[in-house]
């Protein structure tokens, strides 16, 4: 990843918040035809090894599971937005400005084990359905379907173990700008996109 220091983000407490606020991953596998990438919701254990672990499960039927030790790469994406060069004071002064677009992401890179374990699937599924239901008014459970049922998915399904080798998160929300352009682009974005004038803001 390309990574100017005025946007990299040095904040682990901000980059396991964005993984788990925005867990949909997409996971890079480099495979000897090649890399592959899948879309894959992921859980972040932070305690869980040298720089943290994830844990996932993919169909039976990718073959992503099958490249134990392949290197991979998950790339978190959080708030992003076009911006619009006519929102900087500047363009008024000098006319020297040009279209960008701020974002967030995190890229945790380790190494595949794949998990061909029930009751560690079970656990899995467990904790990643009671986490995203929980704001619903009426949250599912597992144990709401049928035991065999619930078993019969447990077999159409591997689990995915990724013990990270580093964590690394980008920010790029501005910073590169003097104060008024900021302000510029922070009630630019307005209420169509709070997260990234907030983020704006707060750099």
Not at 12 to 24: Q, T, Y
């Amino acid at each position: 990843m390309y990574l100017p220091k005025h946007f990299e983000q040095p904040d682990r407490d901000a980059l396991i918040a964005l993984m788990r606020e925005r867990p949909l991953a997409t996971l890079i596998v480099t495979t000897p035809d090649g890399p592959t990438a899948d879309l894959i919701p992921l859980e972040f254990h932070p305690d869980d090894g040298a720089q943290g672990t994830l844990r996932g499960h993919v169909a039976r039927a990718n073959p992503l599971w099958r490249h134990a030790g392949a290197h991979t790469l998950a790339v978190f994406t959080g708030p992003e937005a076009y911006v619009s060069p006519g929102w900087y004071p500047s363009k008024r002064e000098h006319g020297k400005v040009v279209p960008t677009w701020n974002y967030t992401m995190v890229q945790a890179r380790g190494l595949l084990t794949a998990v061909d374990d029930a009751p560690w699937l079970r656990a899995l599924v467990g904790r990643l359905t009671d986490h995203h239901e929980a704001t619903q008014a009426r949250p599912w459970s597992v144990s709401d379907a049928p035991d065999d049922y619930v078993q019969q998915m447990l077999r159409a399904i591997v689990g995915i173990e990724i013990a990270l080798t580093s964590l690394a998160g980008k920010w790029k929300v501005s910073q590169n700008r003097n104060a008024a352009d900021r302000e510029g682009v922070a009630q630019g974005l307005g209420a169509c996109q709070p997260a990234m004038s907030a983020l704006v803001q707060g750099h």
